[in-house]
C-alpha cells in the first residue's frame, strides 16, 4: 500500500513539473499530457524551422566563396543593395552592374570604392514594371554574380 502511494506521489509530482515546464494551467492528467504533447510539436516545429534557417544560411555561404557582405534592403520604389569586402575585387564591380542589367534593374544612384576593399552601396528600381522583382532575387542575383567573377578571377590565375 505505501508502494502504490509512492508511485501516486511520484506520478503527481511528475506530472507538476511537466505541468510548470511547458506553461499549462491544466489540472488533471489528461489535460496536462494533451498540452505537453501539443508544447512538443510546437517544438519540434521550431526545431524544423532552425534546420531549415540553418540550411538556407549554409547554401548562401556556398554561393558566396569570397568573405563578402550583401545587403539587399526593399525601398518604397526599388531597392538599397550594399555589397563589402575587406579585398579589392578588380572587376568585380563590371560583373554586379551586368546582374543588375540582365534583372532589367535600374541604377539610380550609386557610391563605390575598390581601392583596399570593395565597397557598393546602390539604389536600384526594376525598370519592367510588368515583372515583379523582390529583395531576395536581387540579393541572389548579386551572389550569383559575385561567383560568377570569383570563378572568373580563379581561372584568369591558374
Given at each position: 500500500?505505501?508502494?502504490?502511494e509512492?508511485?501516486?506521489?511520484?506520478?503527481?509530482?511528475?506530472?507538476?513539473?511537466?505541468?510548470?515546464?511547458?506553461?499549462?494551467?491544466?489540472?488533471?492528467?489528461?489535460s496536462?499530457?494533451?498540452?505537453?504533447?501539443?508544447?512538443?510539436?510546437?517544438?519540434?516545429?521550431?526545431?524544423?524551422?532552425l534546420?531549415?534557417?540553418?540550411?538556407?544560411?549554409?547554401?548562401?555561404?556556398?554561393?558566396?566563396?569570397?568573405?563578402?557582405?550583401?545587403?539587399?534592403?526593399?525601398?518604397?520604389?526599388g531597392f538599397?543593395?550594399?555589397?563589402?569586402?575587406?579585398?579589392?575585387?578588380?572587376?568585380?564591380?563590371?560583373?554586379?552592374?551586368?546582374?543588375f542589367?540582365?534583372?532589367?534593374?535600374?541604377?539610380?544612384?550609386?557610391?563605390?570604392s575598390?581601392?583596399?576593399?570593395?565597397?557598393l552601396?546602390?539604389?536600384?528600381?526594376?525598370?519592367?514594371?510588368?515583372e515583379?522583382?523582390?529583395?531576395?532575387?536581387?540579393?541572389?542575383?548579386?551572389?550569383?554574380?559575385?561567383?560568377?567573377?570569383?570563378?572568373?578571377?580563379?581561372?584568369?590565375?591558374?
Open positions: 500500500m505505501v508502494s502504490r509512492n508511485k501516486r506521489a511520484s506520478l503527481h509530482e511528475k506530472l507538476q513539473l511537466l505541468r510548470s515546464i511547458t506553461n499549462s494551467h491544466a489540472m488533471n492528467k489528461t496536462i499530457i494533451v498540452e505537453a504533447s501539443k508544447y512538443i510539436e510546437g517544438l519540434k516545429q521550431k526545431v524544423e524551422r534546420t531549415q534557417d540553418i540550411a538556407a544560411a549554409q547554401s548562401s555561404n556556398d554561393q558566396n566563396p569570397l568573405p563578402m557582405e550583401v545587403t539587399v534592403e526593399t525601398l518604397e520604389k538599397l543593395i550594399n555589397v563589402f569586402s575587406d579585398k579589392s575585387c578588380p572587376g568585380l564591380l563590371v560583373s554586379i552592374l551586368e546582374a542589367e540582365e534583372m532589367g534593374l535600374n541604377v539610380h544612384e550609386a557610391r563605390v575598390c581601392t583596399e576593399s570593395f565597397r552601396h546602390a539604389v536600384g528600381e526594376n525598370e519592367e514594371l510588368n515583379s522583382i523582390d529583395a531576395q532575387m536581387v540579393k541572389q542575383a548579386v551572389l550569383q554574380a559575385i561567383k560568377n567573377w570569383s570563378e572568373s578571377t580563379d581561372h584568369e590565375q591558374e
